[in-house]
């Protein structure tokens, strides 16, 4: 019979506030770590990812135990990222709001250490910092740890990824004798042995018993693409969900930044979350995600740690991350306080057998899906808009003002008329760009499998309004390979890696994608290029390397625009 938060000994101030934030049964992580905690002396160390309610299950019982007449700090809490330090003190601030005099400080770098200091001094019970700033206030004397009663290390594999290892280690060993360790950790790599062995007495192991599952109420589906559809996949899964709210994870920074701005240029509320903004820019972006300014959120793994929304309705993997806990920490982003969400992986022919890891991690199948046509984003598209006509509220008051001119205006055209009219004028950027529009194919109706990194596709050039179809004058030919003409690119060019897409090597030219962006720089760059003394050129390829089925889209959809006009 599982134990209510009262029967697991919590004060009356807690149990209250519990009661008013909805929290009506401990999950299975709090029901171990709470009576554990407040019991027993002992060090800890449970295993619970993200989502599973583990910062209740340290905050709570670290709250029962606290002193408030003690102002000197009685717990430090570490974790990798200053969005988490955030998220966790403001959790204690939620739980601890009926305790009076309660003090909870967060430090952690990037932000004016003056101020932190100044904050310690005036006292407080709890600090969550990150490894690296407490570390400094540590080394500065600015921070009195001989009360610490307990120490929790949170995320605390993900804080040796992040390269804290030898912070973490200082730390461990500076604060004093007569404290208690619990570590939470979604995975228990060697790493985490060692510190359980080198600063933790006899403890004890606990896991959250979902640990091995997928949460119950996240769908995990996958398309199979090509990389160089990967984009419009993703686009047209946004337009085929009116209302979606969702964080897109790449692998890289620059991914990041690249998939951010192909949605903003196509007028998506949307911004990148990335280790290179500043911590300015980074709070601005992540203040207006969490107030609904932004609906779509691109973010590195780094970056999006200790982000706790709760409402989002997607995950997008753009990148398929190489290990499943990974993979289970991004979709835990969704699926949240009970609502349901959807995780869907991008992925291409080879990360096949990646996928196939991440299923046996997950403990749970993933389900092949085909990207939406053309027809069905129009079709919700619509059906979303009929919803917001009946469900808006009619302001009777500016309707009768303003009602004698409308239907003077109105009268002579027929109900049917005024109605598709009305809808056509609302939902025309959906039909010019889906009427007509081809299906994206799934990798494996192309009969094809080597394609490698993202945006590094090998197979055969297919329409896309995104990517532009350049054509370069050396070929088979000249021996050119994949590798080699990638190269010859990298090197004109000058700056860096180019995401190049979909290649097609011919005997004497070769054509390649490449997003809209790169198109002008790599024209430029090529202008007097030489390979071998030979002279090369590049060009924008003829019908942009359409195939005739692609042709007669683009020429549809021209036609329905003056048809328009
Ligand atoms: P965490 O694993 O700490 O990131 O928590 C995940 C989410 O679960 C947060 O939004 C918490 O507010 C929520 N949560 C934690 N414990 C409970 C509980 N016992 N009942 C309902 N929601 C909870």
Redesign the pocket.
């Known amino acids: 019979m599982e134990k209510t938060?009262a029967e697991l000994g919590l004060k009356a101030e807690i149990l209250e506030r519990?009661n008013e934030?909805?929290?009506?049964?401990?999950?299975p992580v709090?029901g171990q770590a709470i009576p554990y905690i407040l019991d027993s002396d002992k060090d800890l160390i449970a295993l619970?990812?993200?989502?599973?309610?583990?910062?209740?299950?340290f905050g709570l019982p670290i709250l029962n135990k606290v002193d408030v007449n003690v102002k000197t700090p009685q717990a430090l809490i570490l974790s990798p990222t200053r969005e988490l330090c955030l998220?966790i003190a403001k959790?204690l601030e939620s739980y601890s709001a009926k305790m009076r005099g309660l003090r909870v400080t967060s430090v952690y770098g990037g932000a004016n250490i003056s101020t932190q200091i100044r904050e310690l001094r005036n006292g407080t019970h709890i600090v969550v910092a990150t490894p690296g700033r407490i570390l400094d206030l540590l080394n500065r004397g600015k921070v009195d740890f001989t009360q610490i009663k307990i120490l929790v290390l949170d995320e605390a594999d993900e804080m040796l990824n992040m390269g804290f290892k030898d912070d973490l280690d200082s730390i461990l060993a500076s604060i004093p004798e007569g404290k208690r360790t619990c570590l939470f950790s979604a995975t228990m790599p060697e790493e985490i042995r060692r510190i359980g062995k080198n600063y933790m007495v006899d403890p004890e192991t606990i896991r959250a018993s979902n640990i091995n599952k997928p949460t119950g109420n996240i769908k995990h589906q996958y398309y199979l693409v090509r990389a160089s559809d990967r984009y419009a996949a993703l686009k047209r899964t946004i337009d085929s969900n009116p209302g979606l709210y969702g964080i897109v994870f790449c692998r890289t920074k620059r991914g990041t930044q690249e998939v951010a701005d192909w949605l903003v240029k196509d007028k998506y509320r949307a911004e990148a979350l990335h280790g290179d903004l500043s911590q300015a820019q980074r709070d601005y972006v992540m203040h207006k995600f969490r107030q609904g300014a932004l609906s779509l959120l691109v973010a590195t793994d780094v970056a999006a740690r200790g982000i706790?929304v709760?409402s989002l309705t997607h995950v997008f993997h753009f990148d398929l991350p190489d290990e499943g806990e990974t993979y289970r920490h991004r979709s835990g982003r969704t699926g949240?306080?009970g609502k349901e969400g959807i995780s869907i992986s991008l992925i291409t022919p080879s990360e096949h057998r990646k996928l196939k890891k991440i299923e046996r991690s997950l403990g749970a199948r993933m389900e092949r899906m085909e990207v939406p046509t053309g027809e069905e984003v129009c079709q919700n598209q619509l059906l979303a808009l009929v919803d917001r006509v009946q469900n808006a509220e009619v302001d009777t008051n500016l309707i009768q003002e303003f009602w004698p001119i409308l239907k003077e205006r109105l009268e002579t055209m027929d109900f049917e008329d005024v109605i598709q009219r009305f809808f056509s004028l609302e939902f025309q950027s959906y039909l010019r760009e889906y009427k007509d529009a081809p299906d994206i194919r799934t990798a494996k109706s192309y009969g094809e499998g080597r394609e490698s990194s993202y945006g590094d596709s090998r197979s055969r050039i297919t329409q896309s309004r995104d990517q532009q179809t350049l054509e370069i004058n050396i070929g088979r030919r000249d021996k050119i390979t994949v590798p080699k003409l990638l190269e010859i690119i990298n090197k004109t060019v000058g700056r860096g890696h180019i995401p190049i897409g979909a290649i097609d090597l011919l005997r004497n030219q070769s054509r390649f994608q490449v997003p809209n962006k790169y198109a002008d720089l790599i024209l430029r760059s090529f202008k007097g290029a030489e390979h071998h003394g030979r002279s090369i050129s590049v060009t924008i390829a003829e019908n942009n390397g359409r195939s005739t089925q692609q042709r007669r889209y683009r020429d549809n959809r021209r036609k329905t625009e003056r048809y328009r006009k």
């Open positions: 938060f519990l934030i909805g929290y009506e049964k401990p999950t709090q619970a990812h993200t989502g599973t309610g583990k910062t209740a299950a998220q959790d706790d709760n949240r306080a």
